[in-house]
Structure formats: structure tokens, C-alpha cells
């Protein structure tokens, strides 16, 4: 199964190069004339079948108002740098990969 992440915009988009093997699309190249609000990143990864990466709960509070599809990871880890979040994605890739595959989970939560 491929990983397929919807980042937020708080989460660089160089996390892209650091986990090649998973298909992840920065919201910051989601096409659009606007800025991008949460609701119409929610919709697009609803869309194409994403999975949204965020540090915000507005994603989690989304969730909460329309269930899921799509589904949220969500770090809850503090200030860490785009290599920790890759390294800390890698070591928990299998997990992921379960919770993606779980009709009954919508959120998995990573703290540190």
C-alpha cells in the first residue's frame, strides 16, 4: 500500500524528498487562485483519497463535524524539524499503513 499525505501547510513541503517511496503532495500545490483554507484542503484529500499530516486540531474538530473519509495524522510532538518528522514517520510506517487500512479509525495521533 502506498502512503499517500495531504501535508499541511505547516509542515514543509521537503518532507517530500525525505520519504520518496510514499506519494505526498504539499497544500501548498493543491491548485487554486486562493489561499488555501483547512475545509478546502479537508475536501481535496476527501476527493483523492488522502490522508491529511498536520500539527492543527481544526483537522481533528473537521473530523469531528463530518467523520472520514479522509483521515488525519495528526503530530502532536512540539518543535520538531522536517528530518525528525520523516524519521519519526519512517519508524511508524507500519502502523500507519494498519491505520489507513482501518474502516473504523479516523485520526491517529503521534506525540513524542
Do not use: C
Amino acid at each position: 500500500m502506498t502512503i499517500r499525505l495531504i501535508i499541511d501547510e505547516n509542515i514543509s513541503w521537503r518532507l517530500k524528498r525525505l520519504l520518496p517511496d510514499w506519494e505526498i503532495l504539499p497544500s501548498n500545490e493543491i491548485k487554486t487562485d486562493i489561499r488555501l483554507t483547512d475545509r478546502m484542503i479537508w475536501q481535496s484529500a476527501k476527493a483523492n483519497n488522502y490522508t491529511i499530516l498536520t500539527f492543527d486540531e481544526d483537522f481533528s474538530e473537521l473530523q469531528n463535524l463530518h467523520s472520514f473519509p479522509p483521515k488525519i495524522i495528526w503530530l502532536r510532538t512540539g518543535n520538531v524539524n522536517t528530518n525528525e518528522i520523516a524519521a519519526l514517520l519512517s519508524s511508524l510506517q507500519e502502523e500507519i499503513i494498519k491505520f489507513i487500512g482501518d474502516k473504523d479509525l479516523g485520526v491517529y495521533e503521534i506525540y513524542l
